[in-house]
């Protein structure tokens, strides 16, 4: 251990006796009777009647399944409203003596807690934790050895005005969500009713290598009816387990009152500093002992970090003395298939997950989140930001922002000493879509009044915490947040940027942010939010803007990584978003869910995720992109010879790579720019194991399996996989449900295969997708396949050899109604006037025999809804096989095809 505190430093021995007690705090998570009712009463256990119950462990949505849709609908049958969950929980008799609390990490979004049947505490905001005291409403009778109480709990999400979140991109799962725990402490105890903190705030006013200054407020609390004489003992002990000083103070507490003191703590000298790459943590202990018995009361320990930072509005940002660019992602709570409803270890896995990819920043966005996840980022090495989800818009009643205010105090008071934590932050893009867009007078009023709550938290937040920074994360509307003086309020500006995605190009990052750093030169600047989506399905070798592929992604994230590492005033970035998450109401490739993430909703990894590893690790690492695209078709480069040749990228942050095809070599190659190389493989029909491996500093390797449907350019030797072409579109599409792979569509040559005539269809005036649509397609979960479209198409023709043919001919009507306009648009929006069906019709004749007669696709089946039609011919010796396309009215049109050899 570094130096010792020798003047103040007491030798305490907490002997430990029997009575000794700290406080009891275990989980209340199981068997919950759980119902949807409006009902505002409380229900007892014995009046459920027959209401449809269900019983749920905690935690649990109920929105687990009904926020995923498929592509039925945006929001259709999405619950929200109010809930009860219900159970019976008993302790033992002698609790009488202590006082009980019910503990909550989060519901959203309104609870009312009851015990009982009385009334125990109503708590809004569903992202910060809450605690009501319950002692007064439980019996206890001395002649038994345990006393029931039963605990009813409603929880509401109803739409409600006076509450952010008002509108979001992102779903409101419902329910109570994280854990509940059952609190006994003794009458005289830590105070955790101030915000369901608990009770002990560190801050580090002043550290420097030499030493670290340390003021600790401690709230003691006395819940019995009797004063009360204590004393407090202050721990605290090194990053390495050995005390480095304790203290030892007297005090007196009132009966029913809370009383803050302030041990007094000499600096710790020399202290390990906590940073990312070395992130020592040291503890606080806090011990109360009733004065005369010397009984120990309570005992709450808290982890703190001896480190300072700074902002520059130059030149970024610095940790204990030395510049560090911030590099990291945002993060949502949610996960395939339950929601917000997440294990811990779901929690701890992300932040590992973000630390294995060499991050050092997270923004905890865009609510406060789990406590596990500020517990791994301290232990881990992650700097942090987090904020309260006023997001889009704002209530002008005073109850909103009373409610702002409160769940703002609540983070802080709740996340108070964690090292990683750097920025308190509020109101993501909060002039997104400002009201009054028709009345420019009463709008003037309503930007004063978002800037009256925001300077309202800005001032609270600096009160509460004069040792962190601010940040309000804007979209980029320059003028309009400098205007409102939005961005003068806080000690950072945020800009959530989308050149390149929604509009603009990826090329333009850096004169934009030159020009939002030269327009509010004085400020630190964050790019709190980059992305792009990328669904995992989708594969393109010459990708464009907003085309969900996977490459388009990896492009995107290349040239930002670039453009914003280069510029010394962004003091940090995060991508949008560190992994898919759900949405809905939001319509892309997959309903319902926004993919910008580096991994999927299931955490699975795309290829951005190796490109960052590969950019930001310091250990020796590859990453095969191709292993993220494990099954393909494609088509042979020469008749005959089966093979078909597709650029393998490999990240690395190697000099040198060596890439193996099925045990050959095909070279060594530098890494070059983006820590990347590129290979041309030689692929074959079915397996291809890819290996890269680098011997430079240690051998490090990585493997990756392709799976090959390698379609012959002449079809004599009929594939036995068949044909899947994905008809209007450049994309290649695998569907994972039941790995299919479909290649995009060919022309037709001479003695081959593919589409005669017809053009790619794309909406006039095309909006961000340069084809296709992106409106859900219903009946399917291969929405890409039937967003895309040839149209007026003539023919398709397939020079078979003679045999029994099955022909899959796949539709949708791509014009017509759409479904109801999204909650959430970035940039101005979509057409959204309703709009009427093409009433097209046409007949397939399949070498001149009529397979599909008159089809009307708006008539029989409505628009934007998946229709396969399957039919069987027969190819004699030296006839191919022809589907010609006959219009009636309007075009004809076709949007994926398969072609199988039955006989
Ligand atoms: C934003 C929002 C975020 C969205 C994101 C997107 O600017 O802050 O909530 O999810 O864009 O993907 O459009
Ligand atoms: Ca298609």
């Not at 943590?281 to 009984?295: F, G, P, S, W």
């Not at 045990?663 to 291809?688: M, Q, T």
Request: hydrophobic share 35%; net charge negative; with cysteine.
């Amino acid at each position: 251990m570094k130096n010792f505190l020798t003047v103040s430093m007491l030798l305490l021995s907490s002997t430990v006796c029997a009575q000794d007690s700290e406080q009891i705090k275990y989980s209340i998570n199981d068997s919950w009777i759980f119902f949807k009712d409006a009902t505002e009463k409380p229900v007892a256990l014995t009046e459920i009647g027959d209401r449809d119950v269900e019983i749920v462990n905690l935690p649990h949505t109920w929105n687990a399944e009904d926020a995923i849709h498929g592509a039925t609908s945006k929001t259709e049958g999405f619950y929200r409203g109010p809930a009860w969950y219900i159970r019976n929980i008993t302790v033992p008799s002698h609790y009488k003596d202590k006082e009980l609390y019910v503990f909550f990490e989060g519901a959203n979004q309104e609870t009312d807690v009851f015990v009982n049947g009385q009334f125990a505490g109503n708590h809004i905001g569903g992202y910060t934790r809450f605690v009501f005291p319950i002692s007064k409403f439980v019996k206890f009778d001395s002649s038994r050895e345990s006393a029931e109480f039963e605990l009813a709990v409603r929880v509401d999400t109803s739409h409600n005005l006076d509450i952010p979140t008002l509108q979001a991109d992102f779903t409101f799962y419902g329910g109570i969500y994280r854990d509940v725990f059952l609190v006994a402490t003794e009458k005289t105890h830590f105070n955790i009713e101030d915000h369901a903190s608990n009770g002990i705030f560190i801050r580090t006013p002043k550290v420097s290598a030499t030493q670290a200054e340390l003021d600790v407020d401690v709230q003691l609390m006395n819940s019995g009816a009797a004063d009360s004489k204590v004393k407090l003992e202050s721990i605290i002990y090194g990053p390495d387990g050995e005390q480095v000083a304790a203290y030892s103070s007297d005090h007196k507490l009132a009966a029913g009152k809370v009383l803050t003191v302030k041990p007094v703590i000499q600096p710790i000298q020399n202290p390990a500093l906590w940073s990312p790459d070395s992130p020592s943590q040291y503890r606080l202990v806090c011990k109360i002992y009733d004065a005369e018995t010397n009984r120990k009361l309570d005992e709450v320990t808290n982890l703190f970090g001896c480190r300072w930072f700074s902002f520059d509005a130059k030149k970024g940002f610095f940790l204990n003395g030395k510049h560090m660019k911030l590099i990291g992602t945002n993060r949502h709570q949610d996960f395939k298939g339950i929601g917000n409803a997440l294990p811990d270890y779901i929690h701890r896995e992300d932040i590992k997950k973000l630390k294995e990819m060499g991050s050092n920043f997270l923004r905890i966005a865009h609510y406060p989140q789990d406590p596990a996840i500020l517990e791994l980022c301290d232990r881990l090495g992650i700097l942090t930001t987090v904020e309260t989800p006023i997001i889009d818009t704002i209530s002008e009643s005073d109850a909103f922002k009373q409610n702002c205010l409160n769940i703002q105090l609540e983070m802080i008071r709740q996340n108070y000493n964690h090292p990683s934590l750097i920025i308190w932050a509020y109101m993501n893009e909060v002039l997104l879509r400002p009201k009054y867009k028709d009345d420019k007078e009463k709008q003037k009023v309503y930007f004063q009044r978002v800037y009256e709550v925001a300077s309202e938290i800005e001032a609270l937040t600096r009160k509460q915490d004069p040792y962190r920074y601010t940040m309000i994360p804007n979209h980029a509307n320059l003028n309009r947040y400098k205007e409102t003086g939005l961005t003068d309020l806080p000690m950072i500006v945020g800009w959530n940027i989308y050149f390149g995605w929604y509009g603009g190009k990826i090329t333009n990052v850096t004169s934009e942010m030159t020009k939002y750093h030269n327009a509010i030169p004085d400020k630190p600047i964050i790019v709190a939010e980059y992305g792009a989506s990328a669904d995992p399905r989708l594969h393109a070798l010459a990708p464009v803007r907003f085309d969900f592929t996977m490459e388009y992604a990896t492009r995107f994230h290349e040239e930002y990584l670039k453009s914003l590492a280069n510029l010394p005033f962004i003091a940090g970035m995060n991508v949008w978003n560190y992994a898919d998450f759900g949405s809905v109401g939001r319509v892309d490739t997959v309903a319902n869910i926004n993919n910008k993430g580096l991994v999927g909703i299931d955490r699975k990894p795309k290829d951005v995720f190796y490109f960052y590893q590969a950019a930001l690790l310091k250990e020796p690492l590859i990453g095969i992109a191709a292993k993220t695209w494990i099954r393909r078709a494609c088509v042979e480069d020469e008749a005959g010879k089966g093979i078909c040749r597709m650029p393998v990228e490999v990240f690395s942050n190697q000099k040198e790579l060596e890439l193996f095809h099925n045990g050959i070599s095909l070279g060594k190659k530098e890494i070059g720019d983006h820590n990347k190389a590129i290979w041309d493989v030689p692929f074959v029909d079915g397996d291809n194991l890819l290996r890269a491996i680098s011997t430079t500093d240690k051998t490090v390797e990585d493997f990756a399996t392709v799976k090959m449907d390698v379609y012959p350019i002449k079809l004599s030797n009929f594939p036995s996989s068949g044909l899947s072409l994905n008809c209007g579109d450049y994309r290649f599409f695998y569907d994972d449900q039941i790995d299919q792979a479909w290649f995009p569509e060919k022309e037709y040559s001479e003695g081959s295969w593919g589409y005669v005539g017809g053009k790619v269809y794309s909406m006039s005036p095309a909006p961000r997708q340069q084809h296709g649509t992106s409106e859900p397609i219903k009946g399917t979960h291969c929405d890409p396949l039937y967003q895309t479209q040839r149209i007026g198409i003539k023919q398709y023709r397939f020079d078979v050899p003679p045999g029994v043919y099955e022909v899959t001919l796949h539709f949708a009507e791509l014009t017509g109604q759409k479904s109801t306009a999204l909650p959430y648009e970035l940039s101005g929006s979509d057409d959204k006037k309703p709009s009427s069906a093409k009433n097209r019709r046409f007949t397939v004749n399949v070498n001149g025999n009529p397979v599909i007669e008159q089809i009307s696709l708006a008539r029989d089946y409505g628009s934007f809804r998946a229709v396969k039609i399957k039919s069987f011919v027969t190819a004699e010796a030296g006839e191919p096989l022809i589907l010609d396309f006959v219009p009636s009215e309007e075009d004809a049109v076709i949007n994926a095809i398969e072609l199988n050899k039955k006989l």
